[in-house]
């Protein structure tokens, strides 16, 4: 098989030339559906059913994160224990 730049670059050109087309064919394609609106058709989302709010549970889970701020805010205040060098 013998070097031949010009046949190479013929078919770089011709190959590019061909992938060119068909982008813009597709780009023609989406763009023409987007125009009718036929591409980005969704049903609108019935949301009939209402959440109900646990009120027990809300209150337990408010007590929690109290007990725990007031238990981080008692570890900040105190000294951390001093432990002594085991290798002294």
Known sequence: MLVNPDRDWAISLSIFTVFLFFILLWSGY??????????????????TS???LDQKLLNTTILFYRDKALRYDTL????????????K
């Open 50 to 52: 209402k959440t109900t």
């Open 30 to 47: 989406v763009f023409l559906q987007v125009q009718k609106g036929e591409l980005f058709i969704t049903e609108p989302v019935k949301n």
């Open 76 to 87: 900040q205040k105190t000294k951390p224990p001093s432990y002594t060098d085991p290798s």
